[in-house]
């Protein structure tokens, strides 16, 4: 089965056997965002993919974009130009197959719920951190979508007043707890301790990312930790709330973002102690076990289920 | 059938049809808060009921508490004594037949789902604002309850170092949107502009309650409106963060503080259509249709449903 995770920046496309073991990958970096490159490079490289795994009947994708209800149309996608696209029968008439579309992270968490993270779990979330925040939910172990784009979880205030978020209000967990975040506050904690690994990275003309962010944090750096700390904080914060309206069995924490693991992790279970209600408080919080791949293995899930 | 709606001040009781038409009402001011004094006045009442309604095989409680998964004991509870209390089987021994329980704020959201502001929605929300605010959600036409406690939609943190909520945490939507934030904030308001009805009333030595703000405001005071108009913004943003969360058909306002009505629900409208992603700024917030029976209602009808 073939299933394709499209990011903001990147596209990964795998083909996958049922116990969801990977046995072909191929990583593309998008050319260009018009929107005839963007849906050109996706028929290109699932075809290259296809050349791999002939039998494929269907295949899945998933992409960071609001979905109507019946899951065909993109109706709002902020990193790529896909908003209006018929993307299902598009790609399907292109691609000379059944094609099954969905929102990325909701991919994501159904990879984990399947044999990850989540598994065994009824009632599960799922939060992307990555250029944003996306975010799915997992009702009586379904997949839930509401009116058709549920689950976007990066997209609840928690700062009222709060920096410009790109969804166009302001404050939203995405905006405190992203990947652009920890650059961000990377940036600005290298300025106030010139004299920390992440001070000196600055100095030297390095770009603060936040991989960099990250991987000084990994060696140590107390500067970098703070910054992803301060990060794991907030959005402890945001997921308190969360506990206290889903009351789920398990938060899924996956993503780039979440490459700074348990640094983000410890003080964001710390923060959703201190601030849920009292049978909320031990909602568990961990990182996906799928990584990076979620994403793809759970659209390739969703082209073999489909029917 | 029977059906209690219990809050922080009071209790209601009413016998109610199957068509939800309300023969009879008993209103009752707790008269102390040990749990002895609680638990009694509620077999005072509903013995009281049930000589009108003999032939009731169950009764049904709405109490403002976190319930465990099988809704038998309260878990949590912030204006009641009952953390703890086994609520269905002491009160079912006691009135000596079966009795059914649940969060007050699930109980409205059945009401308004089966014949009121809900009615036909397969998702929904519902926010009771009183002196805290509860939360409902009602997902693919059941209520939802995650492990248990789901629901509690006035715990999402909208600003992170915002005022103490009741519930531990700081800046939770019930510090900016609920009851008594119309009496604090109208307190400042009567301070800050003399020449107000507001002002003139505190001038006076009247209480500023909510219930003033609101009487104020309907008069056209300008201060009072403001004081409305702000807190109505505020849930504004927190609404759209649970638009964007659930993306639901509609999301349902009750509650005594309610009582503002388009004073408090249009300045929440336009927040909410400000804030929310594409797909989501159009949800429908409109006001309870029961008013402040839904609650007991829903208990009514969760009774007649017993089995």
């Known amino acids: 089965m073939v299933g394709i995770d499209a990011g903001g920046t990147k596209l990964l496309v795998g083909v996958a056997d049922e116990g969801l073991a990977v046995h072909h990958r191929l990583h593309r970096v998008w050319r260009g965002f018009e929107r005839q490159e963007v849906l050109d490079l996706f028929v290109e490289v699932v075809e290259e993919a296809l050349a791999e795994a002939p039998e494929a009947a269907a295949v899945g994708f998933g992409i960071p974009s609001l979905m109507d209800a019946d899951r065909a ?22 691609l000379d197959r059944p094609v099954v579309v969905d929102n ?59 920096e410009p978020c790109h969804c ?76 206290n309206v889903f009351s789920p069995e398990v938060i899924v924490i996956g993503g780039g973002a979440s490459a700074a693991g348990e640094l983000l992790l410890r003080p964001a279970r710390e923060e959703l102690a201190r601030r849920a209600l009292g049978p909320n408080r031990d909602v568990r919080v961990i990182a996906a076990h799928f990584g990076d791949e979620a994403g793809m293995l759970g659209a390739a899930v969703m082209a073999l289920e489909h029917r």
Do not use: W
């Open 73 to 94: 149309v993109s109706l709002e996608c902020v990193h790529l130009p896909l908003a209006g696209v018929p993307f299902r029968d598009l790609m399907s008439e292109r």
């Open 168 to 243: 166009g209000s302001r404050g939203c967990l995405e905006t405190v707890a992203s990947g652009p975040v920890f650059a961000r506050e990377g940036g600005r904690a290298a300025g106030e301790q010139p004299e920390s690994a992440l001070g000196q990275a600055k100095a030297a003309g390095r770009e603060i990312t936040g991989a960099l962010v990250t991987e000084l944090a990994g060696e140590g750096d107390a500067a970098a930790v703070g910054v992803i700390t301060e990060a794991g904080r907030k959005l402890g914060a945001g997921l308190a709330g969360l506990a």
């Open 104 to 162: 990325d992270a909701n991919c994501a968490l159904l990879a984990e719920s399947r044999a990850g993270a989540a598994k065994g779990a009824a009632d599960a979330l799922m939060l992307t951190l990555g250029t944003g925040i996306g975010g799915a939910i997992l009702a009586r172990g379904e997949l839930y979508r509401g009116r058709g784009s549920a689950g976007e979880l990066g997209h609840m205030v928690v700062e009222l007043d709060g």
